[in-house]
């Protein structure tokens, strides 16, 4: 069984998607997510003019010859355009070969280690009273456990606020809530840290008096602190007893971490914007962390995310995979399938696609009771319509940026 076909699909239904879509000689079809949040053509073009040419003839059963190959071959390795160029190919073969087994892909994982997967919203507001209503209103659609993100009194449109998430005067065109906008420059935001780390706290005091000790609660600090800023954010959250505060400090100097684990015993998840093992190694060895953030379609695939969380079993380390509206249904039915199969399952995160990528992207999975399972269709469970897929071409759009008050660039 050989590729015959690999093709290259971006659409914008609700957002930016780029979807390879790889055909054997025997006629089965399988999708991989290589998505990349704002700098979505740069994919396509290493796919295009690097790695569709060589997969044309490959054996589509040989899932880890191949990944290695593309991951070798290029001598440059690593970064997030080149692994999830390699993802999308890695999930793709193994949507092909689950298919021509006649299995569900987590069966080929090694079966299912759980009967569904806890996952978590994204609640958010710019008062406590929108925050609560929120809250409210996730709640409502079944999530048990759910982040929560708030506006700091004096900044204009910070991270994880949904209703900030328009373009002034282009409110129609949100992106499933998510901070990436259309446009020809990225958004500017404002920050100050000082403000945040005095507001956060009693934000999480009101929300536990509010919906008591027992629903977890999650928190994102998207980088902005130095780590004794975040060691300190750690330290005034242990009374609200979080599942996780994550991306506290920038984790590229992964030393750094040392010094908020020795402050808090809050758990910690990091890893959003890794791409491989290579990124984890010191943390996962030392314990600096709890939780493993990255997305399928940004380290490699299933076969790679997966060794990393393997290797992250032997320390306690759980998964907590990114899932956003940044990664399409392709993605998530990706996580979806390997957090039912791995031991070290921790939680998932999820946010729901629009009407127009539901529509684009058609999926077996269920959500029932706060918990998702990817379903029992042979594959990944995902189907790409591509004439819908053609209605919804590519739009420019940038994630936002941070100025702090007297006009430098700040980490978003």
């Not at 087994?101 to 507001?125: C, D, E, K, N």
């Not at 920038?250 to 290579?278: C, D, K, Y």
């Given at each position: 069984?050989?590729?015959?076909?690999?093709?290259?699909?971006?659409?914008?239904?609700?957002?930016?998607?780029?979807?390879?879509?790889?055909?054997?000689?025997?006629?089965?079809?399988?999708?991989?997510?290589?998505?990349?949040?704002?700098?979505?053509?740069?994919?396509?073009?290493?796919?295009?003019?690097?790695?569709?040419?060589?997969?044309?003839?490959?054996?589509?059963?040989?899932?880890?010859?191949?990944?290695?190959?593309?991951?070798?071959?290029?001598?440059?390795?690593?970064?997030?355009?080149?692994?999830?160029?390699?993802?999308?190919?890695?999930?793709?073969?193994?949507?092909?070969?689950?298919?021509?087994?006649?299995?569900?892909?987590?069966?080929?994982?090694?079966?299912?280690?759980?009967?569904?997967?806890?996952?978590?919203?994204h609640a958010s507001g710019k008062s406590t009273s929108e925050l609560f209503d929120s809250v409210r209103k996730h709640q409502a659609e079944g999530y048990k456990a759910i982040r929560i993100q708030t506006g700091v009194p004096g900044l204009k449109s910070i991270y994880g606020i949904a209703s900030n998430a328009t373009l002034e005067g282009n409110e129609g065109k949100r992106?499933?809530?998510?901070?990436?906008?259309?446009?020809?420059?990225?958004?500017?935001?404002?920050?100050?840290?000082?403000?945040?780390?005095?507001?956060?706290?009693?934000?999480?005091?009101?929300?536990?008096?509010?919906?008591?000790?027992?629903?977890?609660?999650?928190?994102?600090?998207?980088?902005?602190?130095?780590?004794?800023?975040?060691?300190?954010?750690?330290?005034?959250?242990?009374?609200?007893?979080?599942?996780?505060?994550?991306?506290?400090?920038?984790?590229?100097?992964?030393?750094?971490?040392?010094?908020?684990?020795?402050?808090?015993?809050?758990?910690?998840?990091?890893?959003?914007?890794?791409?491989?093992?290579?990124?984890?190694?010191?943390?996962?060895?030392?314990?600096?962390?709890?939780?493993?953030?990255?997305?399928?379609?940004?380290?490699?695939?299933?076969?790679?995310?997966?060794?990393?969380?393997?290797?992250?079993?032997?320390?306690?380390?759980?998964?907590?995979?990114?899932?956003?509206?940044?990664?399409?249904?392709?993605?998530?039915?990706?996580?979806?399938?390997?957090?039912?199969?791995?031991?070290?399952?921790?939680?998932?995160?999820?946010?729901?696609?629009?009407?127009?990528?539901?529509?684009?992207?058609?999926?077996?999975?269920?959500?029932?009771?706060?918990?998702?399972?990817?379903?029992?269709?042979?594959?990944?469970?995902?189907?790409?319509?591509?004439?819908?897929?053609?209605?919804?071409?590519?739009?420019?759009?940038?994630?936002?940026?941070?100025?702090?008050?007297?006009?430098?660039?700040?980490?978003?």
């Amino acid at each position: 069984m050989r590729i015959d076909r690999a093709e290259v699909i971006v659409t914008s239904p609700d957002r930016n998607f780029v979807t390879l879509k790889l055909t054997t000689d025997d006629g089965l079809i399988g999708l991989g997510d290589a998505t990349l949040n704002g700098r979505e053509l740069a994919v396509v073009a290493y796919l295009h003019e690097h790695v569709v040419p060589l997969l044309i003839g490959i054996d589509a059963h040989k899932i880890e010859d191949t990944w290695q190959f593309l991951y070798r071959s290029a001598y440059w390795r690593r970064g997030p355009v080149t692994m999830a160029a390699i993802a999308a190919v890695d999930v793709a073969l193994w949507d092909i070969k689950a298919k021509a087994a006649g299995m569900p892909l987590y069966q080929l994982l090694g079966g299912a280690s759980r009967t569904g997967l806890l996952a978590y919203g994204h609640a958010s507001g710019k008062s406590t009273s929108e925050l609560f209503d929120s809250v409210r209103k996730h709640q409502a659609e079944g999530y048990k456990a759910i982040r929560i993100q708030t506006g700091v009194p004096g900044l204009k449109s910070i991270y994880g606020i949904a209703s900030n998430a328009t373009l002034e005067g282009n409110e129609g065109k949100r992106y499933d809530h998510e901070p990436a906008q259309r446009g020809a420059f990225p958004a500017e935001e404002d920050w100050d840290t000082r403000s945040y780390l005095r507001h956060v706290p009693t934000v999480f005091e009101a929300v536990r008096n509010e919906f008591g000790p027992e629903i977890p609660l999650l928190h994102d600090g998207h980088h902005r602190m130095t780590p004794i800023q975040a060691a300190k954010l750690g330290k005034s959250l242990e009374p609200y007893d979080l599942f996780w505060l994550e991306d506290c400090t920038p984790a590229e100097n992964q030393e750094a971490l040392r010094l908020v684990r020795q402050h808090t015993t809050t758990p910690l998840a990091i890893g959003e914007v890794f791409n491989t093992v290579w990124d984890y190694q010191q943390l996962i060895r030392e314990q600096l962390f709890d939780y493993v953030r990255s997305a399928v379609t940004h380290t490699g695939g299933i076969s790679a995310l997966k060794k990393i969380l393997e290797y992250a079993a032997q320390y306690q380390v759980k998964s907590g995979m990114h899932g956003p509206t940044d990664i399409s249904p392709v993605g998530m039915a990706a996580a979806m399938h390997l957090g039912l199969a791995i031991h070290n399952f921790g939680i998932q995160e999820y946010m729901q696609h629009g009407e127009k990528t539901n529509a684009v992207f058609s999926q077996s999975f269920t959500w029932n009771d706060g918990m998702l399972h990817p379903g029992n269709k042979p594959g990944l469970g995902v189907e790409l319509d591509v004439d819908e897929a053609g209605r919804y071409p590519y739009e420019t759009a940038y994630l936002p940026y941070n100025r702090l008050a007297d006009g430098t660039v700040h980490d978003w």
